[in-house]
């Protein structure tokens, strides 16, 4: 079935450095969306990308997705405290369901 | 407006005792899925229900677990004869509509914690 693989699992920062996350379908996708959750909350909605190649911006954040649909990206530029949490991406195949990644815990040093 | 509701928000049961976990959508949303998450994991999907009906329950262990989403009130997950392994965080979701398109609302979620 079809597959959604985030790397790192973990990422440690310090403040203000930037980074980038990355997630990987096994599948081609129709859309893929991003969560955050922070510690001890639950997922909250980021965004979703639709077209091969968009790239949408939420502030510090820059969410790609890969030309072909396969792979996506969340680059965190400055990071700040408040973006600590753990960072899923979830993507619809085929199946039209939505099967989420096993996220990526973010820790960032003040 | 108010957006997914569960209670309780922590569970305690022992073992052998049924556990009932209750969600309340947003309203106007008929597409209901259960997770469950693992300290330190990731969310597992467990199963996608819309009123009065059962989509997808592929992530649900066979035994001990239901769930079901009736025409009046909450989405139940009931978990049957709970052992050690069942404590969990639990979350609901909510969709307006049933395919991967739109997306999902997460309620604050019921921590379950069998002793």
């Known amino acids: 079935g079809q597959q959604v693989m985030q790397i790192p699992q973990y990422q440690h920062v310090q403040e203000g450095e930037d980074f980038t996350t990355y997630c990987n379908s096994s599948?081609?996708?129709?859309?893929i969306q991003w969560y955050k959750q922070r510690p001890g909350g639950h997922p909250v909605f980021l965004i979703q990308l639709v077209k091969s190649g968009e790239v949408k911006k939420q502030k510090r954040l820059t969410f790609q997705f890969g030309e072909a649909k396969k792979n996506s990206s969340l680059h965190i530029t400055a990071t700040q405290t408040t973006d600590v949490g753990t960072y899923f991406c979830a993507g619809r195949g085929g199946s039209e369901k939505l099967v989420f990644g096993k996220g990526m815990k973010l820790t960032v040093n003040p | 407006n108010a957006g997914v509701m569960q209670n309780p928000r922590h569970l305690v049961r022992r073992r052998g005792q049924e556990a009932r976990l209750r969600c309340s959508p947003v309203?106007?949303?008929?597409?209901v899925y259960w997770y469950r998450q693992l300290p330190e994991e990731g969310l597992k999907f467990m199963v996608y229900?819309?009123?009065?009906?059962?989509?997808?329950e592929s992530g649900m262990p066979k035994e001990r677990f239901s769930a079901e989403f009736p025409k009046e009130g909450p989405s139940i997950l009931r978990i049957q004869q709970v052992v050690r392994g069942d404590s969990a965080a639990y979350f609901c979701?909510?969709?307006?509509?049933?395919?991967?398109?739109?997306?999902?609302?997460f309620g604050p979620g019921t921590r379950l914690t069998v002793t």
């Open positions: 599948t081609t996708l129709s859309n």
């Open positions: 979701a909510s969709s307006p509509h049933g395919t991967g398109a739109y997306e999902q609302y």
């Open positions: 309203k106007g949303h008929s597409h």
């Open positions: 229900l819309q009123k009065e009906n059962i989509i997808d």
